[in-house]
C-alpha cells in the first residue's frame, strides 16, 4: 500500500485547511490510519488517529477542537480538517499505517509512510 498526502500550503493563522491521504497499490483498509508532522528541527509528533469503521478517533491534546480526522470506506481516503491554524501548526504533515504491533500514538508502530505535504501557517 502506498500513502500520499496532500492539501498543503500557506495559510493566515485562524485559517482552515483539509488534508487528504490517499491510498493506492493494495486493499483500502487498515486498522488505524495516522496523521504525524514534523516542523524544523522537531521529531516527528502524533496528530491524529482513525481507525478503518471511523468509530474510533485520537488527536493530540494541542489539536482537539481544531482538527477533525475522518475517513471514506469507499476509496480509503483519510482526511485531516484543520481549522482555526496557529503559526506553532506549521510542519511537514504525514500520513501513515499503524502496524498492528505497537502503540496507535507513536510514530515507529507506523508503516507505509508516504511523502508528506508542507503546511505553513503565518501570523
Known amino acids: 500500500v502506498q500513502l500520499q498526502a496532500s492539501g498543503g500550503g500557506l495559510v493566515q493563522a485562524g485559517g482552515s485547511m483539509r488534508l487528504s491521504c490517499a491510498t493506492s497499490?493494495?486493499?483500502?483498509?487498515?486498522?488505524?490510519m495516522g496523521w504525524f508532522r514534523q516542523a524544523p528541527g522537531k521529531e516527528r509528533e502524533f496528530v491524529a488517529t482513525?481507525?478503518?469503521?471511523?468509530?474510533?478517533?485520537y488527536y493530540k491534546d494541542s489539536v482537539k477542537g481544531r482538527f477533525t480526522i475522518s475517513r471514506s470506506v469507499a476509496s480509503g481516503t483519510v482526511y485531516l480538517q484543520m481549522n482555526k491554524l496557529k503559526p506553532e501548526d506549521t510542519a511537514i504533515y504525514y500520513c501513515?499505517?499503524?502496524?498492528?504491533?505497537?502503540?496507535?500514538?507513536?510514530?515507529?508502530?507506523?508503516?507505509?509512510w508516504g511523502c508528506g505535504t508542507l503546511v505553513t501557517v503565518s501570523s
Open positions: 501513515a499505517q499503524y502496524n498492528e504491533r505497537g502503540d496507535i500514538f507513536t510514530a515507529t508502530d507506523y508503516e507505509n
Open positions: 482513525i481507525n478503518w469503521r471511523g468509530s474510533s478517533t
Open positions: 497499490g493494495g486493499p483500502a483498509s487498515y486498522y488505524y
